[in-house]
C-alpha cells in the first residue's frame, strides 16, 4: 500500500497514512483542527528525502526458498 501525505491548509498540519490507491483522495480531516487536508505528491513519486529507494540493492523477499545455509530450518 502506497504512502501519501497530506497537509492541513489551516494550520498546516502534516500526516502522512497508508491508504489503499482508490482512496488516495479520500478527504482527510486534520488532526488538529479538523479541516479537511489536502494531498502532497505521494513519498514514492518525489523520490527525494525518503530513505526507501535510496539504496540500489535490494534484500530479496521474504518467502519459500529464501533460507539459506546456517539458517537453521533446513535439515
Ligand atoms: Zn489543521
Redo the contacts with the bound molecule.
Sequence with gaps: MPIYEYA??????RAEMLRPMAEADKPVA??????P?HRLQSVFAAGGGASLNIRGDQSPPPGPGGCGPGCGCMP
Aim: net charge negative; proline share 0%.
Design positions: 492541513c491548509d489551516k494550520c498546516d498540519h486534520c488532526e488538529s483542527c479538523g479541516e487536508m
